[in-house]
C-alpha cells in the first residue's frame, strides 16, 4: 500500500459516495457514510462514526468511539479524545423528528477535545483552542482558549503547540517560543510569529 492510498480496516464500512483522502487510516468497526468528505492523512480510531454531510479536514484525529453528526465540520489538525460526543439538536425526543432543526458544530484548525467531553450543537470552537476531558461546552470557545467544567469555563491559554501561557495570555510560550499578544477579550499570535 502507498502511502497516498487509504487504510479501510476490513471490519470497517465506507459507503459508496464517501469521500476519503491520501494516506487515511479508518481502523476496526468504524462505518463512514455517503456524503461524507474526510481529508488527508486523518486517522479515525476504533467505532468511529461519521455521517452524511460532514466534513473533516486534513491531519484530524478522531479516536475510539466518536460520531461525527450531520452538521459538524472539523477543520485541518483537530483532534478528537475517546468517547467525545458531539450532539446536533438541541431538544430532542424519540417521537419527534427535528432532521430540520440541525445546528451546525464548527471545530477549528487546531482544536483539541478531551475524552469524554461533550459539544453541544451550534457551537463553534475556535483556533487551537483546548477543552478539558468530560467538560460540557455549550457556547462558541475563543481561539487558544482552555475550557474545563459542566458547564465548561474558560481557565486559561494554550500555544498553538499544546503548553499552557500565562494566565493572562500574553508573552511567550515557554517550550516552542511563540508569543502571543491581548486581541479584544481573547488572544493572538503576535504578527511576527505568523
Not at 491531519?59 to 458531539?86: A, R
Not at 475556535?126 to 462558541?140: H, K, L, P
Request: aromatic residues 6%; glycine residues 12%.
Amino acid at each position: 500500500m502507498s502511502s497516498s492510498t487509504p487504510f479501510i480496516h476490513e471490519s470497517a464500512y465506507v459507503d459508496d459516495g464517501a469521500i476519503v483522502g491520501a494516506g487515511t487510516k479508518i481502523w476496526h468497526f468504524c462505518h463512514v457514510m455517503p456524503g461524507a468528505v474526510i481529508g488527508a492523512r486523518c486517522s479515525l480510531g476504533q467505532n468511529v462514526v461519521v455521517m452524511n454531510g460532514t466534513r473533516i479536514g486534513d491531519n484530524c484525529k478522531i479516536q475510539n468511539n466518536v460520531s461525527i453528526y450531520e452538521g459538524v465540520e472539523l477543520e485541518d489538525d483537530v483532534f478528537c479524545g475517546p468517547s467525545m460526543v458531539f450532539t446536533n439538536v438541541l431538544n430532542p425526543r424519540s417521537h419527534v423528528s427535528r432532521k430540520h432543526e440541525y445546528r451546525p458544530t464548527r471545530v477549528r484548525r487546531g482544536s483539541s477535545i478531551g475524552a469524554n467531553a461533550t459539544i453541544v450543537a451550534g457551537v463553534t470552537l475556535g483556533e487551537y483552542s483546548f477543552i478539558g476531558a468530560g467538560a460540557v461546552v455549550t457556547s462558541d470557545v475563543p481561539d487558544y482558549a482552555l475550557m474545563v467544567g459542566v458547564p465548561a469555563r474558560r481557565i486559561g491559554w494554550m500555544c498553538q503547540c499544546g503548553e499552557r501561557l500565562p494566565d493572562d495570555g500574553e508573552g511567550r510560550c515557554h517550550s516552542c517560543g511563540t508569543e502571543y499578544e491581548r486581541a479584544g477579550s481573547g488572544i493572538r499570535r503576535r504578527p511576527s510569529d505568523r
